[in-house]
């Protein structure tokens, strides 16, 4: 059975936190580094071992029967069901969640390209890696498809390393105050449309005429169209920030939250008892006796020469076994029994929620892009975002701030340094009755831009019309549509069909474009996906 994420981290933190709570009373570093059975009877592991009951006889020993002992061996049953320490893979959910819901992030290209679906520049991007793939145009005239992938510097890192997703566990380092900001991003034209030269060496037939020298060879191909660096000016929380850190532990450490995990506790055990009615059979199973036979044995030898360690080791082999043996007679509702505590775990869900709505406020990120766009000159272009998300609803407002300039000025040029200035607005509106997860994401947005002079165009000899014989020298440029403003407004509809992946659509007015001075209808799609959500990927190692 899967889980749902909120689910998932509500149980988790309920597990972890009572057990967590017996290893703090008598903390152990050999439990420590034995893993979650270890860590979770840590407590009572060290009193069996100091009352040497094993070694004495008399009074059974309380780890012959491990359901006994319901919180920590449920603790453990969690694990085994799904995996990671269980206090960091809750801690790893909640940034995963902050990293993708706290903001709507960008995932595309940026406004001019030739393929995006993004009419303004948004906040937040990624915190691990995306990628998207989007048809349509803004500012251009043709429209394209491009690709582009967004890589967060620290995200990477971190992932590469094998590090936690979150900064929980080990506190924030150094590479994480310095990489986590920057977000670098790559746009590439695909199916783009292109001819080479080539000469041709004579004639094939009688009848090809004599003064063909060279052709031109029809080709697609991908060509680099942008790339960006991105760093985040303000924003609350980032997954590896002490802000997160701190809100983290703050969270964990409330009363009521404390309250809400005893009172689930009970609940827990309650549902517990009806998971495993008839414990007479799992005792019973061959492989339990024999390896209970096995550890009380070796516990009697561990006891008596003193040695912990091994007495943690052979606990964990009996226990490995024991686990097993519960859920092959438990059923088909094992694991639906075990949460079935669902009821008092969504009391914890608000600390979950609590956390996102605290991470959302206001945004603001400055960007560098150097493009080569088709035909055009070089540009660079530098932009200054700021956004607004309210808590409960989710909604944004975002604001764009943005100037262009040539990268280089032929000699002769008629043009200046600057290109143009823009500036964008744009309201975005979660649906769904669960805001942290909307279902889509509603947008209305405005962009104007003001040219200082018509549009540069590159000429080529591949650009000249057809059936005319004029000579073209190199670098030449000639001037297209007109200065002015150039005014755009979208609406958009984003689906979020879930782990990180999402499907923009749009439709865009335009009162002219880069080239042409005619007013422009053109409708826009995507798909883009985002790595941060997937849990696989960024759990606990």
């Known amino acids: 059975m899967k889980l749902p994420v909120r689910l998932q981290l509500a149980f988790a933190l309920l597990v972890s936190l009572q057990s967590s709570g017996a290893s703090a009373q008598s903390p152990q570093s050999t439990c420590d580094q034995k893993g979650k059975i270890a860590s979770s009877f840590c407590g009572i592991l060290q009193k069996e071992f100091k009352d040497q009951r094993f070694a004495k006889g008399g009074a059974e020993p309380t780890l012959l029967d491990p359901l006994n002992q319901p919180i920590p061996t449920v603790s453990v049953l969690f694990d085994a069901a799904f995996g990671a320490t269980v206090l960091q ?16 992030p960008q995932a595309g290209a940026n406004t001019s390209a030739s393929g995006s679906t993004s ?6 991007t990624t915190d691990l890696i995306s990628l998207a793939a989007e048809s349509g145009a803004f500012t251009q ?54 001819s080479a030269a080539a000469s041709t060496t004579g004639q094939a037939t009688s009848t090809t005429p004599t003064d063909i020298l060279s052709v031109l060879i029809p080709s697609n191909n991908v060509s680099f169209s942008s790339l960006s ?6 924003r609350r929380y980032n997954p590896t920030s002490t802000k997160f850190v701190s809100a983290w532990n703050k969270a964990i450490g409330d009363k009521d939250t404390q309250t809400a995990i005893t009172n689930a506790s009970n609940q827990l055990y309650t549902d517990y008892q009806k998971a495993f009615p008839n414990s007479d059979k799992v005792n019973g199973d061959s492989k339990v006796v024999a390896a209970r036979a096995d550890w009380q044995h070796a516990a009697e030898q561990d006891e008596a020469e003193n040695n912990f360690d091994k007495f943690v080791d052979d606990f964990i082999a009996y226990m490995t076994v024991y686990v097993a043996a519960l859920k092959s007679n438990a059923g088909p509702n094992y694991e639906q029994n075990i949460v079935a505590v669902g009821a008092d775990l969504a009391k914890l869900k608000t600390l979950r929620d609590n956390i996102l709505q605290q991470a959302r406020g206001t945004f603001a990120t400055l960007s560098y892009t150097y493009s080569t766009p088709t035909g055009k000159p070089a540009t660079h272009d530098a932009t200054a975002v700021f956004a607004y998300v309210w808590q409960k609803s989710g909604d944004q407002l975002t604001f764009n701030v943005a100037g262009s300039w040539f990268a280089t000025i032929p000699p002769g040029a008629k043009y200046g340094k600057v290109k143009d200035y823009q500036f964008t607005g744009e309201y975005d509106h979660p649906f769904g009755k669960d805001k942290s997860a909307p279902r889509a994401i509603f947008s209305l947005a405005g962009y104007g831009q003001y040219q200082y002079t018509a549009n540069v165009l590159n000429i080529t000899v591949a650009n000249v019309v057809p059936g005319t014989n004029i000579s073209v020298p190199s670098n030449s ?6 200065p002015g403003w150039l005014s755009i407004a979208q609406t958009k509809l984003v689906f979020n069909i879930g782990k990180g992946a999402s499907i923009p659509v749009a439709v865009k007015w335009s009162n002219k474009t880069d080239l042409l001075s005619d007013s422009d209808w053109k409708g826009q799609f995507g798909f883009s996906y985002d790595l941060s959500a997937l849990n696989s990927i960024l759990a606990p190692k």
Request: net charge positive; aromatic share 6%; proline share 3%.
């Open 89 to 104: 893979a809750a801690a790893n959910q909640v940034a995963q969640v902050i990293s993708t819901k706290a903001a709507v």
């Open 119 to 124: 009419l303004g520049a948004k906040p937040t």
């Open 141 to 194: 005239t043709v429209n394209g498809t491009t690709l582009t992938a967004r890589a967060n510097m620290n995200g990477l890192r971190r992932y590469l390393s094998g590090d936690n997703f979150a900064a929980t566990a080990q506190g924030p380092k150094t590479a994480d105050k310095i990489l986590q900001p920057f977000t670098l991003a790559a746009t590439f034209n695909v199916a783009q449309s292109g």
């Open 229 to 234: 660096v991105s760093r985040t000016i303000n």
């Open 477 to 482: 440029q000639v001037f297209t549509s007109t």
